[in-house]
C-alpha cells in the first residue's frame, strides 16, 4: 500500500483492520441526536399544531422554539463535557512529556539504556494517538500517520523493537490493554501488508 491512506474511508478500514475503531457512540451519537431533534420539533409542531394541549396560549412555533432551544442546549452540553475530556487528556499528555524530558535529561549513571526511554515516549506518543481517534479527537488520517510512524520506528530503528520488547508487558507500565494489542499486531507480519 501506499505510505498514506488516500482518504478517510481507506485511513478507518486500514486502522479497523489493525483492532482499533472507535464506538458507535463516538461515530453516530451526535447525528442520531440532532436526528432525534429534528423528528421531536417536528412531531412536536405539529401535535401542538393539531391538538392545542395547552390551549392557544402556546402555537407551533412557540414549541418547535421550545423543542430546537432544548435540543440546542444538549448539543452545547455534550460538546462542553467532551471538550473537557479532551483537555484532561491533553493535560495528562502534557505532563507526561515533561516526565519524559526530564527522565531524558538524566545521565547515563541515573538510567538504563537511552534507547529504553526513547521506546517509552514513543509507546507514549502511540497510546495518545489511539487515545485521541477513539475518542473522536483525531482524523483517521492522522491517526494512521501515529500508527505508521510508530511502526517505522519498530522496522526502521536499529535497537528499538529489542528495547520495546525488553520492556516486557506494556500494560504492567501503565499502557492501555489496546496499545499492548496493537504493539502485537504490528509486530505480527499481518501488520505489514495493512500498512
Known amino acids: 500500500n501506499d505510505m498514506f491512506a488516500t482518504n478517510r474511508r481507506q485511513a478507518e478500514m486500514a486502522l479497523k483492520n489493525l ?11 451526535p447525528l442520531l441526536f440532532v436526528l432525534l ?7 412536536g409542531l405539529w401535535a401542538v399544531e393539531k391538538y392545542h394541549p ?7 412555533t412557540n414549541a418547535l422554539t421550545a423543542v430546537v432551544g ?3 442546549f444538549l448539543i ?15 493535560r495528562y499528555y502534557e505532563r507526561l512529556k515533561i516526565a519524559n524530558e526530564a527522565r531524558n535529561s538524566l545521565t547515563d549513571a541515573d538510567h538504563p539504556d ?7 515516549t514513543e509507546l507514549d506518543n502511540l497510546e495518545y494517538v489511539l487515545q485521541k481517534y477513539q475518542l ?12 505508521k510512524t510508530f511502526n517505522s520506528r519498530l522496522t526502521g530503528v536499529r535497537r528499538f523493537d529489542d528495547a520495546v520488547n525488553s520492556l516486557g508487558d506494556v ?15 504490528l509486530r505480527s507480519a499481518g501488520a505489514k501488508s495493512i500498512l
Open 19 to 29: 483492532g482499533i475503531s472507535q464506538s458507535w457512540r463516538v461515530r453516530y451519537g
Open 37 to 43: 431533534v429534528v423528528v421531536a420539533a417536528v412531531v
Open 54 to 60: 395547552w390551549g392557544n396560549d402556546i402555537n407551533g
Open 70 to 72: 432544548l435540543g440546542a
Open 76 to 90: 452545547g452540553y455534550n460538546q462542553w463535557r467532551s471538550a473537557k475530556q479532551e483537555t484532561s487528556l491533553e
Open 114 to 120: 537511552p534507547m529504553h526511554m526513547y521506546a517509552f
Open 136 to 147: 473522536g479527537y483525531m482524523a483517521a488520517e492522522h491517526a494512521l500517520r501515529g500508527v
Open 171 to 185: 500494560v504492567n507500565h501503565g499502557y492501555q490493554q489496546g496499545t499492548w494489542d496493537l504493539l502485537q499486531r
